[in-house]
């Protein structure tokens, strides 16, 4: 992960400050969630996929029963492997049970992304953002036109700024074209429900463009997103 974590360097004044594309925090508590909160009962492998905008951990076994994602980002913990979280809390890779995942929101504190945790009945992923990506994507310039009017007119709306789930179907979207709300299901971990509620959000906020009807509606990225 640190040959994929390369140093960016800005000049601040007197001094230059280095910023990794991913927090180094962020990375080892979301490597340490993926092995010890694991299902061992199956063999299936663990998962860190590595994209251009984002790094993903998806370890087998959903959440433990009783517990909620609501739960988890309140910050209860339920630990499914106590002895191997006892053994990396003595090897001091751990500072404390169920602390991970806010630590690792806080490695992102002042960055326009945050980071996503998703849960199914079967996985947990756990979503990093390109911290780099994230910090160019705010320092864009603005072009501004001065058009002399006869008479005021009515301001533009302001262009909508997309949430987190958003910025994830963004760039879903940007990187598989046309999609299906099932396809989103299964990004975010969410109901049916849930996705067409987010999807006709994104829809009226001019982010994604709709066409078809019933079950032949498909989805692709705004060119203005």
Known sequence: MEK???????????????????????????????????????????LINLYTDRVEFISFGGLMPGITLEDIQLGLSVCRNKRL???????????SYGTGLARIKSAYKGSRLAPQILAA????????????????ATSKPVKKAVT????????????????????????????????????????LGVSPATATRLLRQMENS????????????????????
Not at 121 to 136: D, E, G, I, R, W
Not at 153 to 163: C, E, F, I, L, N
């Open 85 to 95: 979280a006892d053994l990396f809390y003595q090897l001091k890779l751990v500072e």
């Open 148 to 187: 002399p009017a006869p008479s005021p007119s009515p301001a533009p709306k302001p262009k909508a700024r997309a949430t987190g789930n958003e910025e994830t179907v963004l760039a879903f979207g940007k990187e598989h074209g046309e999609f299906i709300r099932s396809d989103i299901e299964e990004l």
């Open 206 to 225: 001019g982010l994604v463009l709709k066409r078809g009807k019933a079950k032949a509606i498909r989805y692709r990225i705004s060119e203005n997103s």
């Open 4 to 46: 994929h974590n390369p140093v960016e360097s800005q000049i601040k004044g007197l001094y230059r400050e280095d910023r990794p594309a991913y927090p180094k925090q962020a990375l080892r508590e979301a490597l340490m969630n993926a092995i010890i909160h694991r299902d061992y009962s199956n063999p299936a492998s663990s």
């Open 121 to 136: 009945p079967s996985s947990f992923k756990v979503v990093l953002p390109h911290y780099q990506a994230a910090v160019k």
